[in-house]
């Protein structure tokens, strides 16, 4: 069983940032990341970071969301820049513990949402 404890979101400006966190306890993770779904919109992947360093982000949002990684407080942080309206959305922390030999997902666990909200 793992626990997730998101926070971060909130209402900015166009152009402005946030920063979502995402803490993680119980059993043992090796991918952490972020999806998001906007009103209507299927979820999507934002960013995830598997084994503490390898990323992989979505095209709308590469180089301004930053993803990272804290293993000594077990934290995956998402450091959004440059945020425009679009970017509007439910953002949800995504962790999972991947099999290293078989690339099988064995057990992943969903956070409850935070809503960032960007203003023209």
């Known amino acids: 069983q793992v626990q997730l404890v998101e926070s971060g979101g909130g209402l900015v400006q166009a152009g402005g940032s946030l920063r979502l966190s995402c803490a993680a306890s119980?059993?043992?993770?090796?991918?952490m990341g972020w999806y998001r779904q906007a009103p209507g919109k299927q979820r999507e992947l934002v960013a995830r970071?598997?084994?503490?360093?390898?990323?992989n982000y979505a095209d709308s949002v590469k180089g301004r969301f930053t993803i990272s990684r804290d293993n000594t407080k077990n934290t995956v942080y998402l450091q959004m820049n440059s945020l425009k309206p679009e970017d509007t959305a439910v953002y949800y922390c995504?962790?999972?513990?991947?099999?290293?030999?078989?690339?099988?997902?064995?057990?992943?666990?969903w956070g409850q949402g935070t809503q960032v909200t960007v203003s023209s």
């Open positions: 995504h962790v999972a513990y991947i099999d290293p030999i078989f690339g099988s997902t064995r057990y992943s666990y």
């Open positions: 119980g059993s043992s993770i090796n991918a």
């Open positions: 970071i598997i084994s503490g360093d390898s990323t």
